[in-house]
């Protein structure tokens, strides 16, 4: 039986995503919508400001663990904070597309050019940060080939990119985009899992 701490903390969290979007789960059977799935890509590759929190779980085959993360995106540039996993503590990111400058509590401080080889070196935290800039709003890195599933709605069940594969639980609808809420890459033995907890899609600030 659940205390009655929990259950108005759980209250509480689910009130708040509630408040600012509209939880879908996946869509009912039918046809993929390729028309539907075209305007997506359309509308958010648009998308040029935008911002996320949530939950991130990490497993690879020696180790995992789970943290919160902060995204914010403006055009090229992001900022991106990450804490716990794989022992990883808080790590800082800040860059474009071309180069990234990371920073971690442990004391890392180095450009990468390649996060995602410099993390698994560095952190032992395997992450496709320049391609999640676009997984995170559910659509292809524009760099790379991709094979998908979509549903009846346009919406991805499964994309697969650049040896990666991620699987699309969960969508909320923000300012008439729907956005994803929960999903899942893997990649060999490794595992991560993205819970968002709130989308901000207002225009953000100029980063420093």
């Known amino acids: 039986m659940k205390s009655p701490l929990r259950a108005a903390l759980v209250f509480a969290?689910?009130?708040?995503?509630?408040?600012?979007?509209?939880l879908t789960g996946r869509a009912p059977e039918g046809t993929a919508n390729?028309?539907?799935?075209?305007?997506?890509?359309?509308e958010l590759d648009a998308l040029d400001s935008w911002e996320?929190?949530?939950?991130?779980?990490?497993?690879?085959?020696?180790d995992g663990g789970s943290g919160s993360l902060d995204w914010k995106q403006q055009g090229a540039e992001l900022s991106f904070d990450f804490r716990?996993?794989?022992?990883?503590?808080t790590v800082h990111m800040e860059g474009d597309t071309q180069a990234l400058h990371v920073q971690s509590s442990r004391g890392d401080d180095f450009i990468t050019t390649d996060?995602?080889?410099?993390?698994?070196?560095?952190?032992?935290?395997?992450?496709?940060?320049?391609?999640?800039?676009y997984w995170l709003l559910g659509i292809p890195d524009p760099g790379a080939p991709y094979s998908k599933t979509v549903d009846a709605h346009g919406e991805p069940m499964t994309l697969k990119q650049r040896d990666w594969a991620v699987e699309?639980?969960?969508?909320?609808?923000?300012?008439?985009?729907s956005l994803p809420v929960r999903f899942i890459l893997t990649r060999g033995d490794i595992r991560i899992k993205v819970a968002v907890n709130e989308w901000n899609l207002a225009p953000a600030a100029a980063m420093p």
């Open 52 to 62: 996320l929190s949530g939950r991130v779980g990490v497993a690879t085959a020696k």
């Open 115 to 133: 996060p995602e080889q410099d993390f698994t070196t560095h952190l032992h935290m395997p992450m496709p940060v320049f391609s999640m800039r």
């Open 168 to 177: 699309y639980q969960e969508f909320t609808v923000v300012q008439g985009l």
């Open 13 to 22: 969290a689910t009130s708040t995503l509630a408040a600012c979007a509209t």
């Open 34 to 42: 390729e028309a539907a799935w075209q305007a997506r890509l359309t």
């Open 84 to 89: 716990g996993p794989l022992g990883a503590g």
